[in-house]
């Protein structure tokens, strides 16, 4: 099989370590206790959610902070690994994460990271940050495809009162819960449940400093040249006219698109397009480019005839071509969500 070398520039470094999930009940059960275990969060029990409407946060690569916390995320073998990490921002546009610790369970003390999680991080920060922690899309899909509640008793994360808020899929694609500052909806935690209620992934602060010492600070910086794509207009740029899924899941909206420009660090590829799918909350990548050198196998006009499936821990990829048309397809969702959008890619 093919690496996923030019998807990992684009859609598996979204969710970095996103893991395989486990049944293990629904998703209040298990939230609650990990809540109290070493990422410091106490939760309280024996109170009722109420119903709200959409909750507003505010994000913290938009104040000027610096930010422990600490990323649990189940691997392919159903175990909760941790990853420290130290997020930095000025609340003018610049961010910067790194990796400061691994843990391959909820028991073991935290090590040094290896190096090759440390240029993961290096690499993907930027999409780390915008994609694989969840943000709040548009207004009419989460109303549409989420009802929310709010807990009536404040959760402590970093020694701040929090809120809990949910937001139950009614498409069931998963629920997903937040924990913000319950003075400035500062976003402190978050947890993402599959479709059975399991742990996806789950972050949590351990500590808040919101007068950071930034000088000095190496801030992130796009790895290759992009720029926003509208249509038909940007057609000379990309270099090609893009192939469109005819199918969505129910819920989901284009949120965004982007045209990656080819470069050294993705040699024998052509302009990437990749486009943004959301129902608010949970988020579809579809991506494409021409390939200089089509894959061996005999090739057809109009057919894929070379797919490959790969679920790295949770993200789940579909990658196949038609003609020297690669396509890629990545989510959270579902295998079978993933066949069907790809399936119903075809040219115009």
Same mark, same amino acid.
């Given at each position: 099989?093919?690496?996923?070398?030019?998807?990992?520039?684009?859609?598996?470094?979204?969710?970095?370590?996103?893991?395989?999930?486990?049944?293990?009940?629904?998703?209040?059960?298990?939230?609650?206790?990990?809540?109290?275990?070493?990422?410091?969060?106490?939760?309280?029990?024996?109170?009722?959610?109420?119903?709200?409407?959409?909750?507003?946060?505010?994000?913290? #690569? $938009?104040?000027?902070?610096?930010?422990?916390?600490?990323?649990?995320?189940?691997?392919?073998?159903?175990?909760? #690994?941790? !990853?420290?990490?130290? +997020?930095?921002?000025?609340?003018?546009?610049?961010?910067?994460?790194?990796?400061?610790?691994?843990?391959?369970?909820?028991?073991?003390?935290?090590?040094? /990271?290896? !190096?090759?999680?440390?240029? $993961?991080?290096?690499?993907?920060?930027?999409?780390?940050?915008?994609?694989?922690?969840?943000?709040?899309?548009?207004? !009419?899909?989460?109303?549409?495809? +989420?009802?929310? =509640?709010?807990?009536?008793?404040?959760?402590?994360?970093?020694?701040?009162?929090?809120?809990?808020? @949910?937001?139950?899929?009614?498409?069931?694609?998963?629920?997903?819960? +937040?924990?913000?500052?319950?003075? @400035?909806?500062?976003?402190? *935690?978050?947890?993402?449940?599959?479709?059975?209620?399991?742990?996806?992934?789950?972050?949590?602060?351990?500590?808040?400093?919101?007068? /950071?010492?930034?000088?000095?600070?190496?801030?992130?910086?796009?790895?290759?040249?992009?720029?926003? +794509?509208? %249509?038909?207009?940007?057609?000379?740029?990309?270099?090609?006219?893009?192939?469109?899924?005819?199918?969505?899941?129910?819920?989901?909206?284009?949120?965004?698109?982007?045209?990656?420009?080819?470069?050294?660090?993705?040699? *024998?590829?052509?302009?990437?397009?990749?486009?943004?799918?959301?129902?608010?909350?949970?988020?579809?990548?579809?991506?494409?480019?021409?390939?200089? @050198?089509?894959?061996?196998?005999?090739?057809?006009?109009?057919?894929?005839?070379?797919?490959?499936?790969?679920?790295?821990? %949770?993200?789940?990829?579909?990658?196949?071509?038609? *003609?020297?048309?690669?396509?890629?397809?990545?989510?959270?969702?579902?295998?079978?969500?993933?066949? =069907?959008?790809?399936?119903?890619?075809?040219?115009?």
């Amino acid at each position: 099989m093919r690496t996923l070398s030019l998807l990992s520039l684009v859609a598996s470094s979204l969710f970095l370590l996103a893991c395989d999930p486990v049944d293990q009940g629904g998703a209040s059960s298990e939230n609650l206790a990990l809540s109290s275990g070493s990422s410091g969060g106490q939760a309280l029990s024996g109170t009722s959610p109420q119903a709200i409407e959409i909750p507003e946060f505010e994000y913290p #690569e $938009n104040v000027a902070i610096e930010l422990e916390r600490v990323i649990h995320v189940r691997n392919l073998n159903g175990i909760l #690994e941790r !990853t420290q990490e130290t +997020f930095l921002a000025d609340g003018l546009g610049n961010i910067r994460l790194n990796v400061t610790g691994f843990s391959p369970d909820q028991a073991q003390a935290f090590a040094t /990271p290896s !190096t090759m999680l440390q240029m $993961n991080y290096l690499n993907q920060m930027r999409f780390m940050v915008k994609y694989r922690d969840p943000h709040l899309g548009a207004q !009419t899909a989460l109303l549409h495809n +989420f009802t929310w =509640t709010e807990d009536a008793v404040p959760v402590q994360v970093a020694g701040v009162n929090c809120i809990r808020y @949910t937001a139950k899929s009614l498409q069931r694609y998963g629920d997903v819960e +937040f924990l913000a500052d319950a003075q @400035t909806g500062l976003l402190l *935690g978050w947890t993402q449940f599959d479709a059975s209620g399991a742990i996806s992934m789950k972050m949590e602060a351990t500590s808040v400093n919101l007068s /950071p010492s930034l000088a000095g600070v190496a801030w992130s910086v796009p790895l290759v040249a992009e720029q926003a +794509f509208s %249509g038909p207009n940007d057609f000379a740029a990309l270099g090609y006219e893009p192939m469109e899924p005819a199918y969505l899941p129910a819920g989901f909206y284009q949120e965004e698109a982007w045209l990656r420009f080819s470069g050294p660090s993705i040699p *024998g590829i052509s302009n990437m397009l990749v486009k943004v799918y959301s129902d608010g909350i949970h988020l579809v990548f579809v991506a494409q480019a021409n390939e200089a @050198t089509q894959h061996l196998g005999l090739q057809f006009a109009n057919r894929v005839t070379d797919v490959f499936e790969s679920d790295l821990g %949770g993200i789940r990829v579909a990658e196949g071509s038609i *003609g020297e048309r690669r396509l890629y397809v990545a989510s959270l969702l579902s295998m079978e969500e993933i066949e =069907t959008i790809f399936g119903s890619i075809y040219p115009h």
